[in-house]
């Protein structure tokens, strides 16, 4: 029923290891997003894929890597995990390229890092 | 994509109409403005999108002036629900015209108080 689903919700994990995030849409979306929003609440986008072809690749370190086996999902993998990585990691979706309608967010996973 | 400029914060009595204003002075004639809200750890929500003429939707009304350098965002009836952080943002339909991001700045916190 959910629209855009992530998995997990919540993440707890340490200094050094790697860990990946899930996201699935069902709307039939072409395009998915990664978004960042740190502890000062900025929303900043990581990466944009286009059926499954990258399209926006933001300066983000390297040990972040996205994964799109699918046009229904998109997957985020980082590695060496680090403090400054806790966040709350939001997947989006969207019809096209360009414009600003119609984005559908997930609830976001929030990820913390001790 | 053009920058905008929304107070920092705004409060509002349950019931009444919410005007969230949204300066936009450099925007072109191929952009929109876009409005998205995000409540307290959820993912942003699209609410209504606009060129130039005023647009209404179940969830609000966007007023942009003749000159489309400003534009008003109506909550008619506010709840305690409404409470969220209001993003105004602006840009072009399609790839041409702009980036394929949609960039969010730091918004409006609204708050409905009973």
Redo the contacts between chains.
């Keep these: 029923d959910t629209a855009v689903s992530q998995t997990p919700k919540y993440l707890v994990t340490q200094m050094g290891n790697d860990k990946s995030i899930k996201c699935e849409q069902n709307l039939g979306h072409d395009t998915m997003y990664w978004y960042k929003q740190d502890s000062k609440k900025f929303l900043k986008i990581m990466f944009s894929y286009n059926n499954k072809e990258l399209i926006i690749n933001e300066t983000v370190p390297n040990r972040f890597s996205p994964k799109s086996p699918d046009k229904a999902h998109l997957n985020l993998h980082i590695n060496s995990l680090e403090l400054g990585d806790s966040a709350v990691y939001f997947c989006a979706s969207s019809q096209g390229r360009g414009g600003g309608y119609g984005y559908t967010f997930g609830s976001g996973t929030r990820l913390t890092v001790v | 994509d053009a920058k905008t400029t929304q107070p920092t914060s705004m409060d509002c009595a349950e019931g009444r109409a919410a005007n969230l204003p949204c300066n936009h002075s450099t925007i072109s004639g191929n952009e929109?403005v876009?409005w998205?809200r995000?409540i307290h750890?959820?993912?942003?929500?699209?609410i209504i999108?606009g060129l130039k003429n005023n647009e209404t939707n179940e969830m609000a009304s966007l007023i942009i002036t003749e000159d489309r350098k400003s534009s008003t965002l109506i909550l008619p009836h506010a709840t305690l629900r409404d409470t969220a952080?209001y993003y105004c943002?602006v840009?072009?339909?399609?790839?041409?015209?702009?980036s394929?991001?949609?960039?969010?700045g730091?918004g409006t916190k609204l708050t409905v108080n009973p």
């Design positions: 929109y876009y998205y995000q750890s959820q993912g942003p929500q699209y999108h952080v943002i840009r072009a339909a399609g790839i041409q015209g702009g394929e991001k949609l960039v969010f730091k």
